[in-house]
């Protein structure tokens, strides 16, 4: 691990402003996969800013029915919640369906949504990968791409995003609240919040240098019947091969996001209409202009069959 500086910043603007100020700055507050990624010497920050004592790990109920979440709340307080188990109950189990219940303890909502991707290849130093060294090349492309993306990916790029709860979040529509180093706010919605590769990998989201995530906003609740199913080689501690996000209203139409598949957390809006003729007519649209490897094809059907038992699911009530 490369030598760095650390401070304790006492509040939000104050954090946001010595990140801008010193070069090559990183927020840390769990840490879950920050320093993970120090040790391998893939991030190498020279300076540590702690956010653990904002004062951002509350859930607020706020007048219009939304529900504000303080990035520093934990993954098992949110998961554990009252409000969030009956409301946004899409979100409480793809919560608890990721990582373990030591690391869920640990872990924060504004991290959850930073965390890097599992690619082996973004792991392993001695591999090009243009996330790691922008221009070098990507060691996916013609490697072993089994976990890889089908939808969404670049000619610089094939890896997908971990996240179980940016994928919830997807298909409630969370905004994501931030404060800029001047201390201006601002409001993203989570569709706008993750980018695809492109040409620039390395840029995975809309945060300006400085920029501090201070909470999520679940809008109000929309009822329905939500599920979250995850495929995964394990049945506990591993990543999505590919998962499902899903609020199925009892007229048949309802949202759907998928994870395990992309760059990002996948939506396509205009294919939810068609979610009362079936997984298939869904998947076929959700997965359009996609592009798989020899190691990865299985994932197309994968997500048609995971749909599928995420619709039976939602007959059942």
């Known amino acids: 691990m490369k030598a760095f500086t650390y401070q304790r910043a006492s509040t939000p603007a104050e954090a946001a402003a010595a990140a801008l100020r010193t070069p090559n700055s990183r927020f840390i507050a769990g840490g879950t996969n920050l320093l993970d990624l120090m040790k391998l010497e893939i991030e190498t920050p020279t300076h540590l800013i702690d956010v653990n004592g904002l004062a951002l790990n509350k859930i607020e ?78 060691s996916a492309i013609g490697g072993i791409s089994r976990t890889h993306a089908i939808v969404g990916s670049s000619k610089s790029c094939i890896a997908t995003h971990p996240s179980d709860m940016a994928i919830a979040m997807r298909v409630l529509d969370a905004e994501i609240e931030t404060i800029r180093p001047d201390g201006s706010v601002r409001t993203i919605p989570i569709a706008d919040f993750h980018k695809l590769p492109g040409n620039t990998p390395h840029i995975e989201n809309a945060l300006m240098p400085g920029e501090l995530i201070t909470s999520v906003k679940l809008p109000k609740p929309v009822g329905g019947r939500q599920v979250y199913r995850k495929v995964r080689d394990r049945s506990s501690y591993a990543f999505a091969l590919v998962s499902v996000a ?26 939810e209409a068609s979610l009362p003729r079936g997984a298939k007519v869904v998947a076929d649209q959700m997965l359009a202009g996609g592009k798989t490897t020899a190691h990865n094809a299985f994932k197309t059907i994968l997500v048609q069959r995971t749909l599928a038992a995420v619709l039976a699911d939602a007959k059942k009530g």
Request: aromatic share 4%; with cysteine; hydrophobic share 35%.
């Open 61 to 138: 109920a706020l007048a219009d029915g939304s529900l504000r979440i303080g990035a520093l709340v934990r993954n098992t307080d949110l998961a554990s919640d009252l409000r969030v188990r009956r409301d946004y109950a899409v979100l409480s189990r793809a919560l608890l369906s990721g990582a373990s219940g030591q690391l869920r303890n640990k872990a924060t909502t504004s991290g959850n949504l930073l965390q890097r991707t599992r690619c082996a290849y973004f792991y392993d130093t001695n591999q090009p990968c243009n996330k790691r060294v922008p221009g070098s090349g990507c």
């Open 246 to 271: 899903a609020i199925i209203q009892p007229d048949g139409g309802g949202r759907v996001a998928l994870g395990g598949v992309a760059h990002k957390p996948w939506r396509v809006e205009v294919a």
